[in-house]
């Protein structure tokens, strides 16, 4: 990852860390003073979602290490142990305490207070989240564009998992101020508590669905992800199309990090080439695949013969 774009990403999380800081104390008064337990979810929500981005702080600090003697690939994939150490506080600090908040007023009910705070409060926070949502939406489509590629579909492969984790989680803060404001609504009008702890629940359900995918997919890159397919055709495409090569008989990629892929490759070489024409088209493989794919920072090629008709 170029130190642009980590910049970047840090400065993505830093806003939307702040903002859900600030967000966070705000909903828990509102929700006090309210009696809402769907507010009290939502300041929980929020409080998951500012100890999300200190642990992505630290996943793209410590991830930016330089590799050494201990680490000859470097520390990339660190970001996504702390990464997945954030899904799981968004799922124990924000899905968990709003499931057993919703249940708790829907067995027990509660005692409603004005809830007028609370409307300012949901009305503030939805302007800070779409701030960060929408530093986070800028990246992605900044991003996608520079890989040629949807934003959808950026988004289902990214490495960059604190981008996705920022986009993930102001999205659905988002809609969990709309299903806050329908509980207080609902709650309100009808002098119900079902209406408020219904909405507990939906963003506890919201909250699951964000950890579990970004416990996923982080899970995945720190076990050791390939790049997607269409990506590894067009290198194994780039070593075909070099001097003295005949065939790519087995090419792998493994992701280090948001920017840091390895590619290993058994290459078939012309059989009239010398040692030292292959010495050089090795050279110019490397070459090839670094200025079409710049993340791609190690490349191992073996000269091998293709097995026998």
């Known amino acids: 990852m170029t130190s642009s774009e980590a910049e970047e990403s840090l400065g993505t999380v830093i806003v939307a860390?702040?903002?859900?800081?600030?967000?966070?104390?705000?909903?828990?008064?509102?929700?006090?003073?309210?009696?809402s337990s769907a507010m009290l979810s939502e300041a929980a929500h929020s409080f998951a979602d500012t100890v999300t981005?200190?642990?992505?702080?630290?996943s793209i600090k410590r991830g930016a290490?330089?590799?050494?003697?201990?680490?000859?690939?470097?520390?990339?994939?660190?970001?996504?142990?702390?990464?997945?150490?954030?899904?799981?506080?968004t799922f124990v600090g924000g899905a968990v305490f709003s499931v057993n908040d919703g249940i708790h007023t829907l067995v027990d009910g509660e005692e409603l207070g004005s809830?007028?705070?609370?409307?300012?409060?949901?009305?503030?926070?939805?302007?800070?989240?779409?701030?960060?949502?929408?530093?986070a939406v800028r990246q992605v489509r900044?991003?996608?564009?520079?890989?040629?590629?949807?934003?959808?579909?950026?988004?289902?492969?990214?490495?960059?998992?604190?981008?996705?984790?920022?986009?993930?989680?102001?999205?659905?803060?988002?809609?969990?101020?709309?299903?806050?404001?329908?509980?207080?609504l609902g709650a309100q009008l009808s002098g119900s508590a079902v209406w408020d702890g219904v909405?507990?629940?939906?963003?506890?359900?919201?909250?699951?669905w964000v950890a579990y995918v970004l416990g996923r997919d982080n899970s995945s890159l720190l076990i050791g992800r390939s790049l997607p397919q269409s990506f590894e055709d067009r290198i194994?495409?780039?070593?075909?199309?070099?001097?003295?090569?005949?065939?790519?008989l087995d090419l792998i990629t493994i992701l280090h990090g948001p920017k840091e892929v390895l590619v290993a490759a058994?290459?078939?070489?012309?059989?009239?080439?010398?040692?030292?024409?292959?010495?050089r088209a090795c050279d110019s493989a490397e070459q090839a695949v670094r200025t079409a794919f710049p993340a791609v920072t190690r490349i191992y090629l073996d000269p091998t013969p293709s097995p026998p008709a």
């Open 17 to 35: 860390g702040l903002c859900n800081l600030g967000i966070a104390v705000a909903k828990a008064v509102a929700g006090v003073v309210s009696g």
């Open 53 to 58: 981005e200190l642990l992505l702080y630290a």
């Open 65 to 89: 290490r330089p590799a050494d003697d201990a680490h000859p690939f470097g520390h990339g994939r660190e970001r996504y142990l702390w990464a997945l150490l954030a899904s799981v506080a």
């Open 115 to 135: 809830p007028t705070l609370s409307y300012l409060v949901l009305a503030v926070a939805f302007v800070l989240e779409g701030i960060s949502l929408r530093r």
């Open 142 to 184: 900044s991003e996608s564009a520079r890989l040629g590629t949807g934003t959808r579909q950026y988004l289902r492969h990214t490495p960059d998992t604190a981008v996705k984790a920022v986009f993930l989680e102001d999205s659905a803060a988002l809609i969990g101020l709309l299903l806050a404001f329908g509980g207080l």
């Open 199 to 208: 909405a507990s629940l939906l963003i506890g359900a919201l909250l699951a």
């Open 236 to 248: 194994e495409q780039t070593l075909r199309q070099q001097p003295h090569v005949d065939a790519v």
């Open 266 to 279: 058994k290459v078939d070489f012309s059989d009239i080439a010398t040692a030292a024409q292959v010495e």
